[in-house]
Structures are given as C-alpha cells and as structure tokens.
C-alpha cells in the first residue's frame, strides 16, 4: 500500500533534496513547497512537482498542498527567522500570528511548534519526523 503524499516545506541545506530523493526512490507521491529566498534552487529540479512561495504566503502554501492531494507534511531543512516586515504575512499568516502574538517571532522553536500544531489541529495535516521518511544511515 501506498503511503499518503507528502507534502515537503523545504528550508536550505541538503535535507530537502535528500528527502525528495528518498521519496523518488521509495516510490512515495510527494509535492514540494519551496520558499523564495530560502529554498536552494538545486532542491527542485522541472521534474519534481513544487511551488515557489514566498516565506509569508503560508496561505498560498496551504493551497498547494491541498490541490495536490498532500495528506502528510514534513519539514526538512532550515529557514532562518525573518523580521515581521521580512515575513509580508498573507492573510492566513497575518491571522495565525494575531492569535500566537507577537513576541511568537522572537523564539523560532515557539512559531515552529506553534505552526505545526496548526496544521495538525486546524488545517487538517499530518505533521511527520523526517527520519521516517529517510532511509537509515549506514554505520561507517
């Protein structure tokens, strides 16, 4: 059986790539959310199924996720805290922020928990480790 599509919110470094790999070779469907200006371009190639959005237009990510069938989402790679005025927050975002509060910008490990209990609780998603998506390390 199949498992559900994975939706990839894909920061720097080379976790995005690896882990679009890992689902290329296990055969599972996937989407990748690449961010503008965080995202390496080298991540997602015309092959692989993405959107670019910027880092704010969380509402717009949302969409993509749905309209491609996502099911599961995991985060993979780093995104370095923006300022508010960086963020440009899109409706959704500006709503999601309103309720957290603003001192939520000053502790990234707060807005990404926060964040994720939101698409868990509220947007319907199921959050998973990137280690389950991984293939295990062979020990050197």
């Known amino acids: 059986m199949t498992p ?15 882990v679009v790999d890992a689902c290329a070779e296990s055969g599972r469907p996937f989407f990748v959310i690449a961010f ?5 371009p080298e991540t997602v190639t015309d092959e692989t199924p993405h959107a670019w959005v910027r880092l704010g237009a969380a509402g717009k990510a949302l969409k993509q ?3 491609n069938d996502v099911k599961d989402v995991v985060l993979a790679g780093h995104i370095e805290p923006p300022s508010l005025s960086e963020l440009r927050p899109d409706l959704w975002a500006t709503m ?3 309720r ?7 502790n990234s490990d707060g807005l990404l928990g926060a964040f994720v209990q939101e698409l868990e609780d509220k ?6 480790d990137v280690e389950t998506v991984l293939p295990p390390q062979a020990e050197e």
């Open 100 to 106: 957290m509060g603003p001192s939520i910008l000053s």
């Open 65 to 67: 996720l749905r309209r």
């Open 4 to 18: 559900p599509k994975l939706g990839i919110l894909a920061g720097t470094g080379d976790l995005p790539r690896r």
């Open 36 to 40: 503008k200006d965080h995202t390496h």
């Open 123 to 128: 947007e319907g998603f199921r959050v998973i």
């Open 96 to 98: 999601f922020l309103a």
